[in-house]
């Protein structure tokens, strides 16, 4: 679950108080930190990103902030709060733009995050097809070489129904494709060329987004 929110005023940065915060988090995760810090919470790390997301709004859609509390339900870890703040702008289910703060600082990205098999089996169909495959290789490529990582969950081996030996076997072992860039914490964090960071890396991921859309699709 997510919330959003109408943002207040302008966006001018993530103050450094956002780093501190997720910092004694990650130190104390606890109820009582919590507590005695959503102040600045509030003022350091969710109205930033509301105000962020607000001026991405028109040209990549709305965004919503993830929930700070964790989902404990069926983990080992009992840990009551996340230690980042992310927002996703969804151009349909599981995939879309993505933006995060936490203490070691901002990273933003997007691509597929799989929903269901259906969408898997789809990616991969698309992997294998010589008139699709090279495309999505090719802006994976250029993915990397502008500074993203490639994430996402895989199969360690070999997809079932498809050949070891294939040229694009590294793709296909993907179920979904996430790409992220890590700035770290510079210092233009606390101004407004974050927001002009966060605007490139998602325009730079747009044609990635727009195959997905194409030939994965909604679950």
């Given at each position: 679950m997510s919330t959003s929110a109408t943002s207040p005023v302008a966006f001018s940065g993530f103050p450094h108080g956002a780093l501190d915060f997720y910092a004694g988090l990650e130190a104390d995760n606890s109820k009582a930190y919590w507590t005695e810090h959503k102040q600045?919470?509030?003022?350091?790390?969710?109205?930033?990103?509301?105000?962020?997301?607000?001026?991405?709004e028109d040209e990549f859609g709305?965004?919503?902030l993830f929930r700070p509390n964790r989902d404990i339900r069926f983990s080992a870890d009992k840990s009551p709060y996340k230690t980042h703040l992310g927002a996703f702008a969804a151009?349909?289910?599981?995939?879309?733009?993505?933006?995060?703060?936490?203490?070691?600082?901002?990273?933003?990205?997007?691509?597929?995050h799989a929903h269901a098999t259906t969408q898997t089996a789809r990616l991969r169909q698309a992997v294998v097809?010589?008139?699709?495959?090279?495309?999505?290789?090719?802006?994976?490529?250029?993915?990397?070489?502008?500074?993203?990582?490639?994430?996402?969950?895989?199969?360690?081996?070999?997809?079932?129904?498809?050949?070891?030996?294939?040229?694009?076997i590294e793709t296909l072992r993907h179920k979904e494709l996430m790409l992220?860039?890590?700035?770290?914490?510079?210092?233009?964090?606390?101004?407004?060329?974050?927001?002009?960071?966060?605007?490139?890396?998602?325009?730079?991921?747009?044609?990635?987004?727009?195959?997905?859309?194409e030939h994965v699709g909604p679950a």
């Amino acid at each position: 679950m997510s919330t959003s929110a109408t943002s207040p005023v302008a966006f001018s940065g993530f103050p450094h108080g956002a780093l501190d915060f997720y910092a004694g988090l990650e130190a104390d995760n606890s109820k009582a930190y919590w507590t005695e810090h959503k102040q600045q919470w509030e003022h350091d790390v969710r109205e930033p990103m509301l105000a962020l997301v607000d001026a991405l709004e028109d040209e990549f859609g709305e965004a919503k902030l993830f929930r700070p509390n964790r989902d404990i339900r069926f983990s080992a870890d009992k840990s009551p709060y996340k230690t980042h703040l992310g927002a996703f702008a969804a151009t349909h289910p599981g995939c879309g733009y993505y933006v995060e703060i936490s203490a070691t600082g901002l990273k933003a990205g997007g691509g597929f995050h799989a929903h269901a098999t259906t969408q898997t089996a789809r990616l991969r169909q698309a992997v294998v097809s010589e008139s699709t495959g090279p495309q999505l290789e090719q802006l994976l490529a250029a993915a990397r070489g502008s500074g993203f990582e490639v994430l996402g969950e895989k199969v360690r081996t070999t997809p079932r129904g498809y050949a070891a030996d294939h040229p694009r076997i590294e793709t296909l072992r993907h179920k979904e494709l996430m790409l992220i860039r890590d700035f770290g914490s510079p210092r233009w964090l606390e101004t407004t060329q974050a927001l002009d960071e966060v605007r490139g890396a998602w325009q730079a991921l747009r044609p990635l987004n727009e195959w997905f859309s194409e030939h994965v699709g909604p679950a």
